[in-house]
């Protein structure tokens, strides 16, 4: 069953209806285009189509018009559409018998990518959504009592965070779509105690002007995920929310989603012993996830050595839908193949180096996207950087850095390069560079390289 929808209880509420009957709910990003869409609900077999207000006009569009027979409206009630109406449908229903599932069987299914190349759907056992809310739970310290707010796209893997919640008995707020304002007065009015949030998130919470109009006190921790930030949004977060913890964490779709965290009490050592680069890190593993650096023949690497991160455990996914070859490439030997980059410290806290296809092999020497990014950050105008590799006719690659910078500040090409030469190796110094008001993010607010790629490469 497919949805399509902004946040809600009636999203949620049919969510876990699915996981009820046995049926795999199959959310789409709803910032995909018609065609990619169409691909998504065709390729998971979609009999049911859940549609909210603002995508109506989906079923109208050449790619997706055959949907009208099988769309089910779920938002507020209209008089004048044509369609079955979950609000009307819902008052005259009983309910049925709990189907008791298998927890190998599928619970939902959840498609990565789709901006480029084929979308991939990754099938999420009910086995792996459990064993990962229980594995959240504990590295969060869920509580009863606690209030977990859904501001981040529900058609996202994040939101499964919330299966912490609901197995320790927590509450759950829902706001349609995160902007400073919504997140903000929903904390204030609801008294939320959990966010979960990426960092482009975070950062446009703390520069609203209103900030300060709300009471925020009720915030015991702050999940941020999906990147680390620069210190000085570190320091400035816990000002703003004093009573907070922070907490970073690591995942995929794949996993269920989280893998890794960065506890509270590690950012507060990091920051109160001036130990700025333990907070790239991005901790480590959470209960039950066995997670390992492997060179490129599947050998593992003792700490220091970078490769690629591997994991196992019960929230692991049994694997992509229908893609026999990606499966026999990603998921050898027992083991789950992310495509990461990282090494592990002494004390087994994983610091990520970027993804495979990121690394850039300049001179015939590799370098690091992420590396370079840490030390761009250090500069105070800068902002936002993404590192990519672009083609050269002498190197064969070239670093590249694309930069936004802080309000009022007038960067130049020397003077970042004259900031990275005393931090990094002359060869990772990105030569070439261009100065932006903005970078193309993903609905979490990552950063989209292969966006960057296009444009630049």
């Known amino acids: ?6 946040n809600s209880v009636r999203h949620a509420e049919l969510m876990n209806a699915c996981y009820w009957l046995g049926v795999v709910p ?34 109208d569009h050449g790619e997706t018009a055959r949907w009208r027979d099988k769309a089910l409206y779920i938002s507020a009630r209209r008089a004048d559409l044509d ?6 449908l819902l008052q005259d229903a009983e ?7 298998d927890p190998n069987d599928d619970a939902i299914l959840l498609y990565t990518g789709g901006t480029t190349g084929r979308s991939k759907g990754v099938r999420l056992s009910h086995g792996n959504v459990i064993a990962n809310g229980l ?62 949030l990426g960092p482009t998130s975070v950062i446009m919470t703390l520069q609203s002007p209103d900030f300060d109009k709300y009471n925020c006190s009720s915030v015991r921790l702050l999940f941020y995920g999906s990147a680390p930030m620069a210190v000085e949004w570190i320091k400035r977060t816990m000002e703003k929310f004093p009573r907070a913890g922070l907490q970073q964490g690591y995942g995929l779709t794949e996993t269920s989603p989280i ?5 509270p009490e590690q950012h507060r050592h990091a920051i109160d012993t001036g130990q700025r680069e333990l907070l790239r890190s991005v901790g480590r593993p959470v209960m039950n996830v066995d997670l390992r650096i492997f060179d490129a023949d599947d050998r593992e690497l003792p700490p220091g050595g970078v490769g690629e991160v591997v994991v196992r455990g019960p929230n692991v996914t049994k694997g992509y839908l229908g893609l026999d070859e990606e499966n026999a490439r990603a998921f050898r030997n027992g083991w789950f193949h992310t495509g990461d980059i990282g090494r592990l410290d002494g004390n087994h806290n994983l610091y990520l180096m970027g993804r495979m296809e990121d690394m850039i092999i300049t001179g015939g020497e590799n370098v690091y996207s992420s590396e370079v990014e840490a030390v761009l950050y250090k500069h105070p105008g800068v902002v936002e950087a993404a590192v990519i590799g672009v083609p050269d006719g002498r190197l064969g690659e070239a670093v ?32 070439r560079m261009v100065f932006v008001d903005r970078l193309p993010k993903s609905a979490m607010g990552k950063i989209l390289k292969s966006e960057l790629r296009k444009m630049y490469g």
């Open 95 to 101: 309910p049925l018998p709990v189907f008791e599932a």
């Open 400 to 431: 590249f850095a694309v930069i936004i910078p802080a309000a009022g500040q007038a960067l130049t090409k020397d003077e970042i390069i004259q900031h990275c030469r005393g931090h990094i190796g002359r060869y990772k110094i990105p030569r």
């Open 1 to 6: 069953m497919g949805f399509i929808s902004f």
């Open 135 to 196: 594995q959240i739970a504990l590295a969060m310290r869920a509580y009863a009592e606690d209030r977990f707010l859904h501001i981040l796209p529900m058609f996202h893997s994040i939101d499964l965070f919330g299966t912490a919640f609901t197995l320790v008995g927590g509450t759950h707020v829902y706001a349609e779509q995160f902007t400073p304002e919504n997140l903000l007065r929903a904390v204030s009015e609801r008294r939320v105690t959990v966010l979960s």
């Open 26 to 59: 199959v959310p789409v990003n709803y910032r995909l285009a018609p065609p990619e869409i169409r691909f998504i609900l065709d390729d998971a077999d979609c009999r049911l189509l859940a549609i909210g207000d603002k995508f109506i006009h989906l079923l």
């Open 259 to 263: 893998l890794t965290t960065f506890t």
């Open 83 to 88: 369609l079955p109406q979950f609000e009307a």
